[in-house]
């Protein structure tokens, strides 16, 4: 495992992170004033407790369970969505884990805060052996600590933007297997080429510490196949620099999900999701970031629906597998529109429940 640090050139066509004196990190685009009147704490409010009643699926999201039989015998470059932003890897025979997000809710409360619209489709204990953890940032939907503690001794290696193994550490994570990097900087592991990318997001996870650990999206590498996993980001000329540094990418995995017209700048639409898969010069595009916790406003199947009549209008693969099935990146195949399916039982529900209601004397 060697490390090995990119270009660190000024100036903001592909600089290093930017910090101000604080130790606060930056985006490299100024965030424009606010488009709307509402304050931060009302959108909160908003999100929390006024949310449409179709921001959550009324029927079973489907899950293929996986076993670690399965995995075992899985093929190189298989992956599988466990959900939200977790994905499991398999390159060069060892297996790579995204965002690890395990618990029942994606906040600091076990009571509040968005609950999963699904199980896992495997317990971490059921997992194999885990080469690698690939964070992008650390904020509840994408850094689980309930996850991180089960993972540690299964798991040889953190790769986080800075600040962010920090935090690890000091929830116990052994500090010679921490390894964290500011933008264009990367790590060659057994074969597989890592490069912390940039993003435009925020960071921290209470009050206080607001931006003091760096986000990221990542380049992944194996020598044939070049993946694109690009953790929470608005929409910002970095995608176009990312993609003629490291392009063209076999596979996108972009965030499309907890969008909101009220933050366009840390969140993508999905028009604006499309758009950066083809700054990236991607071949298949895989919508993470939705089907597992109601972040926003929008229908919770409304990202899928969307993403896929853009990308159908412009001549772009995308693949939107059942979380738990395997996708091979080698041989790529759209699957299944298995969300019509849901809302098809949702429709069927609301039915016959009206028909209950309207035949009670």
Known sequence: MTDSTGSLASGNDGTASLRSADGRFRNLAPRPALAHSKSRWKLMWEVFFEKPSNTRPRAPIPVRKLTRAELDAAPDRSLYR??????LLKLRGQWWLTDPVFSRRASPFSWLGPKRFHAPPIAIDAL??????????????????????????KVDVFLTPLGVGDRLVEWGVPRDKVRQFDWWQGIEVDGVRFTATPAQHFSGRGLHDGNRTLWCSWVIDDGQRRVFFSGD??????FAEIGRRFGPFDLTLMETGAYNVEWPYVHMQPEETVQAHADLRGNWLLPIHNGTFDLSMHAWFEPFKRVLELGNAQGIR???????ERFDIDAPRTGSRWWRDVVAQEKAGRAFGATERSSTP
């Not at 466990?82 to 994905?87: F, I």
């Not at 194999?128 to 001794?153: E, F, N, Q, T, W």
């Not at 980001?233 to 970095?238: L, Q």
């Open 82 to 87: 466990l959900g939200h932003s977790t994905l």
């Open 128 to 153: 194999p052996p885990i080469r690698g953890v690939i964070l992008s940032h650390d904020h509840y939907d994408h850094l689980d600590h309930a996850a991180i503690k089960a993972l540690m001794g």
């Open 233 to 238: 980001s608005g929409y910002f000329a970095g």
């Open 318 to 324: 995308i693949a939107t597998p059942v979380m738990g």
